[in-house]
């Protein structure tokens, strides 16, 4: 087993960045099956910090049971990590830590739920009850069926919207770490073909989450990343679709105004090379370059691109 951050492990984050000209989806844009492993070990799905019923400085007499069951279980979600350079089949010791650790999270949250349903927390509890099903098959390089039925479970009851729209998210990782099994597992299948399985595959997922919860955490990281795919693919109606979509939904992510620029820069490059051709290379004489009697000026070696439009 040879368990990848970068491939299986780590959660599918999008989120939305910009460098230079260019947005910047934070997920691995090299397909999953190519990436190489770098520091290996399970992550949990990544949440905001989970709220504090009482302080931790508290005295324990001055804490209800419920409270400090409740420490107990988002202190578990500090998972052991791997060694740098080492995969988790390496550290047999870690990973036996893992399992100690996420069945005791898995047998604590399962107690918390039975006892306080109704709690305020009840959410945050059952998220990481779910979370926790899903990391004990990765640890254990396990099939995901005992989180799917978890999670079908849950979508199918009355949970409340926060947590349907994390355990979706979770299922997309999940549909992810199957993909990129069978793709690295499949010999008939070229790399362009791969590539294009794996890039429709995301832009159905990312589409089929922002029906169902266009206003979640996660939502605007999808937006971005399907903004991303329509710049690549010159569908700029598409991106400014989208972009109005993420300003309704949320007005005050700062990304905005350079995602706008984006896409109506590329717009304009491509307006420009549509209407004119691609920039090409010619070869120009520096000035002041040296000259024998006779002889023409000689070419300088150095060369600039010039666009068509000199």
Same mark, same amino acid.
């Given at each position: 087993?040879?368990?990848? &951050?970068?491939?299986?492990?780590?959660?599918?984050?999008? +989120?939305?960045? $910009?460098?230079?000209?260019?947005?910047?989806?934070?997920?691995?844009?090299?397909?999953?099956?190519?990436?190489?492993p770098?520091?290996?070990?399970?992550?949990?799905?990544?949440?905001?910090?989970? #709220?504090?019923?009482?302080?931790?400085?508290?005295?324990?007499?001055?804490?209800?049971?419920?409270?400090?069951?409740?420490?107990?279980? *988002?202190?578990?979600?500090?998972?052991? %990590?791997?060694?740098?350079?080492? +995969?988790? =089949?390496?550290?047999?010791?870690? %990973?036996e830590?893992?399992?100690?650790?996420?069945?005791?999270?898995?047998?604590?949250?399962?107690?918390?739920?039975k006892k306080?349903?109704?709690?305020?927390?009840?959410?945050?509890?059952?998220?990481?009850?779910? =979370?926790?099903?899903?990391?004990?098959?990765?640890?254990?390089d396990?099939?995901? =069926?005992? *989180?799917?039925?978890?999670?079908?479970?849950?979508?199918?009851?009355?949970?409340?919207?926060?947590?349907?729209?994390? $355990?979706?998210?979770?299922?997309?990782?999940? =549909?992810?770490?199957?993909?990129?099994?069978?793709?690295?597992?499949?010999?008939?299948m070229?790399?362009?073909?791969?590539?294009?399985?794996? &890039?429709?595959?995301?832009? +159905?997922?990312? %589409?089929?989450?922002?029906?169902?919860?266009?206003?979640?955490? *996660?939502?605007?990281?999808?937006?971005?990343?399907?903004?991303?795919?329509?710049?690549?693919? &010159?569908?700029?109606?598409?991106?400014?679709?989208?972009?109005?979509?993420?300003?309704?939904?949320?007005?005050?992510?700062?990304?905005?105004?350079?995602?706008?620029?984006?896409?109506?820069?590329?717009?304009?490059?491509?307006?420009?090379?549509?209407? *004119?051709?691609?920039?090409?290379?010619?070869?120009?004489?520096?000035?002041?370059?040296?000259?024998? #009697?006779?002889?023409?000026?000689?070419?300088a070696?150095?060369? %600039?691109?010039?666009?068509?439009?000199?």
């Amino acid at each position: 087993m040879c368990l990848s &951050r970068e491939a299986v492990e780590r959660p599918f984050r999008l +989120r939305i960045a $910009v460098a230079a000209v260019a947005v910047m989806v934070l997920t691995a844009m090299v397909p999953v099956w190519a990436a190489q492993p770098t520091t290996p070990g399970p992550i949990a799905v990544p949440r905001a910090a989970a #709220p504090a019923s009482a302080p931790v400085s508290a005295p324990a007499a001055t804490r209800s049971a419920e409270e400090v069951l409740l420490d107990q279980i *988002f202190g578990l979600r500090n998972l052991p %990590r791997v060694p740098a350079g080492k +995969r988790l =089949d390496e550290v047999p010791e870690i %990973r036996e830590q893992l399992n100690e650790q996420l069945a005791k999270s898995l047998a604590l949250t399962s107690e918390y739920l039975k006892k306080y349903p109704t709690s305020p927390n009840a959410d945050e509890v059952l998220i990481q009850r779910v =979370d926790t099903v899903r990391l004990q098959a990765v640890v254990n390089d396990k099939p995901l =069926d005992a *989180f799917r039925a978890e999670a079908a479970e849950v979508l199918a009851g009355d949970s409340s919207e926060k947590v349907k729209s994390y $355990v979706a998210f979770m299922l997309v990782q999940a =549909d992810l770490q199957d993909l990129s099994k069978a793709l690295m597992e499949d010999r008939q299948m070229s790399k362009e073909q791969k590539d294009e399985m794996w &890039r429709q595959t995301r832009t +159905r997922q990312a %589409r089929d989450y922002l029906k169902k919860y266009p206003k979640s955490e *996660f939502a605007k990281e999808f937006y971005g990343f399907l903004i991303d795919a329509a710049v690549r693919n &010159r569908d700029f109606d598409g991106a400014n679709e989208l972009l109005d979509q993420l300003k309704a939904n949320f007005p005050d992510e700062p990304a905005i105004p350079d995602i706008s620029d984006h896409i109506r820069q590329a717009a304009a490059t491509q307006a420009a090379t549509d209407q *004119f051709g691609p920039p090409r290379a010619v070869t120009t004489t520096l000035p002041g370059a040296a000259t024998q #009697p006779g002889k023409s000026p000689k070419a300088a070696p150095a060369t %600039r691109k010039a666009s068509a439009q000199e």
